[in-house]
């Protein structure tokens, strides 16, 4: 799971809930996306997330 970055704890209780589940293989990222894109990791985009481009920046 993971957030927009460090400040932001839905992604614990995101995994919280999917552990409760029974969900064994899960994990948070705390760096979030900003921390991702700084690193020069590729991001994609989701039809769903209203499309943007590659070059979109947290």
Known sequence: ?????PACGRSTSTAT???ALGYTDVRVYTGGKADWFAAGLPLERSQAAG?????WRP
Not at 51 to 55: L, V
């Open 17 to 19: 809930a999917f552990s």
């Open 1 to 5: 799971m993971y957030c927009s970055g």
């Open 51 to 55: 499309g943007r481009p590659a070059h």
